[in-house]
């Protein structure tokens, strides 16, 4: 056997067992409390999630097919990254646009999370302005913003930098 695949399995086993022995009852009361139906509306709600959210790095990479797109997201929210640039790379986009837009699409989808977690940490604040789960989300939401505006920052002189080296490159 290929020593990637046994760790793959090993993980998958250990994940198994940690859920098995903390709390896969919960799991199974939790399924049969919602039923087939509720299952099925679980899952049409997420169908409907991917769809969105393909049609938002379909912006980030036209060019694609829509359904590539969709499909990318779908592999990435299960294996990763990687793996959802590599399933739009298999579907014909060259490894630049994939990697490319691959990364715009997260650091959007990140973007779009911040009003989330500015809204949970208001409810949290509301129900329960001294635990300590306020200070831990709170230093987490500094540290993507923080982020983000070094990102952006970072962004912005590389593009002065690229603009002026092009200017130099004409006038020579």
């Known amino acids: 056997?290929?020593?990637?695949?046994?760790?793959?399995?090993?993980?998958?086993?250990l994940a198994t067992a940690a859920v098995v022995l903390l709390g896969a009852g919960k799991i199974f009361h939790a399924i049969l409390a919602i039923g087939?139906?509720?299952?099925?509306?679980?899952?049409?709600?997420?169908?409907?999630?991917?769809?969105?959210?393909?049609?938002?790095?379909?912006?980030?990479?036209?060019?694609?097919?829509?359904?590539?797109?969709i499909w990318g997201r779908l592999v990435r929210e299960g294996g990763g990254l990687v793996f959802g640039t590599r399933a739009v790379m298999l579907g014909g986009i060259e490894l630049s646009r994939g990697v490319a837009s691959s990364i715009a699409d997260v650091i959007a989808e990140g973007i779009?999370?911040?009003?989330?977690?500015?809204?949970?940490?208001?409810?949290?604040?509301?129900?329960?302005?001294?635990?300590q789960l306020i200070w831990l989300m709170g230093g987490g939401l500094?540290?993507?913003?923080?982020?983000?505006?070094?990102?952006?920052?970072?962004r912005a002189r590389l593009g002065q930098r690229q603009a002026a080296a092009t200017l130099d490159q004409g006038c020579a």
């Not at 056997?1 to 086993?13: N, R, S, T």
């Open 112 to 131: 779009g999370l911040v009003a989330f977690m500015l809204l949970g940490l208001g409810i949290l604040f509301s129900r329960a302005p001294h635990a």
């Open 1 to 13: 056997m290929k020593k990637p695949f046994v760790i793959a399995l090993f993980l998958a086993g």
């Open 142 to 154: 500094l540290a993507l913003l923080a982020g983000g505006a070094a990102g952006y920052w970072q």
């Open 36 to 69: 087939l139906r509720g299952i099925a509306f679980v899952v049409a709600w997420q169908l409907f999630v991917f769809i969105i959210l393909g049609l938002a790095w379909w912006i980030v990479l036209p060019k694609a097919p829509l359904w590539l797109v």
